[in-house]
């Protein structure tokens, strides 16, 4: 382990970091066994709201399926294009 870790660099973006620390290597500036886990509880994930046009009577069956589920419409179509979208299924 390094015992004299260089200081961090300053950065004007977060792509000159991404692109700084792609190319480095953490250790020459961190003392990696002085560290601690954190939770980081507020993180939210992104997210991106989109409009989609759908028939009439198509939402209507959706909503019904989700009244079915006590869930929010909303919540089971992302739940349904989850699934679909997922390779494993």
């Known amino acids: 382990m390094n015992k004299h870790n260089k200081p961090g660099p300053e950065f004007s973006s977060e792509a000159e970091e991404r692109a700084f620390w ?37 939402l209507e069956r959706i909503k019904i399926a989700a009244n079915k589920r006590d869930v929010p419409y909303q919540s089971l179509i992302k739940t349904w294009l989850a699934e679909k979208a997922d390779p494993k299924s």
């Open 22 to 58: 792609e190319s480095h290597d953490s250790a020459d500036h961190i003392d990696w066994s002085k560290r601690e886990r954190v939770r980081l509880s507020n993180l939210k994930p992104s997210s991106t709201s989109i409009s989609i046009r759908l028939p009439n009577s198509l």
